[in-house]
């Protein structure tokens, strides 16, 4: 069964920092390109940030220099480091992982106010 775990969401103000995780099992991780999306209220799910199996990294433009992905094959475990954060990434972030199928994780809040 696979199984991807989100973490690391919460409350913080702008200009503050988050560090998203993402836990895999049931898969062979090493295999998949795994990706950060995120939806707000009201809008599309879209992708925020993904990296593939050999490690090749694609950003959101609005997120570009703010945002770090990266992965632990040996954790089977994705990261996503959000630093300069704006209310306008308030959104429930999704964990992605995309090979012939794609799996979601639960998903993890992100609210950025003061």
């Known amino acids: 069964q696979v199984q991807l775990v989100e973490s690391g969401g919460g409350l913080v103000q702008p200009g503050g920092s988050l560090r998203l995780s993402c836990a895999a099992s049931g898969i062979i991780f090493s295999d998949y390109a795994m990706g950060w999306y995120r939806q707000a209220p009201g809008k599309q799910r879209e992708l925020v940030a993904q990296?593939?199996?050999?490690?090749?990294?694609y950003y959101l433009d609005s997120v570009k220099g703010r945002f770090t992905i990266s992965r632990d094959n040996a954790k089977n475990t994705v990261y996503l480091q959000m630093n300069s954060l704006k209310p306008e990434d308030t959104a429930v972030y999704y964990c992605n992982a995309r090979r012939v199928v794609t799996h979601w994780g639960q998903g993890t809040q992100v609210t950025v106010s003061s």
């Open positions: 990296i593939t199996s050999g490690g090749s990294t």
